[in-house]
């Protein structure tokens, strides 16, 4: 089996040879579950004209959008950093109404913001349900996910 780190360079290579968004989505979630061991990906974009986030993928429901300052995703855009929570109801942040709406139960997730080049925040990916919870180790390679993310994303200009 291979090590997080191979399975991250590769990803970073791959993620290149997406020739459009549309391809480079399924693409980025599919690798996010896989190197993270997470149930369920969620990539969601922040419409600043808007002020809210809308996801462009989310496994298993239909787009979900929110004003950009609720939720655990909306602290990630307002502290600009990572988030783990391994007891999501249990944090007054966490919209366990999407929960409600979409059926799913969400046991844990973590998040991590996407920059653009300016290094303004222009989206979030959360991970849900890893089996055992997230641990500090995974905010590091999200962080190296999500910056491969961020340089796809900045080069389809997104």
């Known amino acids: 089996m291979k090590n997080r780190y191979t399975q991250l360079t590769e990803f970073g290579k791959n993620l290149f040879n997406q020739t459009s968004l549309i391809d480079g989505l399924p693409y980025i979630s599919l690798n996010a579950k896989t190197i993270i061991g997470a ?32 939720g655990i995703v909306g602290q990630t855009i307002k502290m600009a950093k990572p988030i783990i929570e391994n007891d999501p109801y249990g944090n007054s942040n966490f919209l366990s109404d999407v929960d409600m709406q979409t059926g799913y139960y969400t046991q844990n997730l973590l998040t991590s913001p996407i920059f ?43």
Not at 135 to 141: G, L, P, R, S, V
């Open 39 to 70: 149930e369920r990906c969620s990539i969601f974009m922040y419409d600043t004209h808007k002020d809210e986030l809308w996801t462009t993928l989310a496994d298993g429901i239909e787009k979900i959008i929110i004003p950009y300052d609720l």
């Open 116 to 158: 653009n080049s300016k290094r303004e925040i222009i989206g979030v990916i959360e991970v849900l349900n890893k089996k055992g919870g997230f641990t500090k180790q995974d905010i590091e390679y999200l962080t190296a996910f999500t910056n491969y993310v961020s340089d796809f994303l900045n080069v389809k200009n997104i």
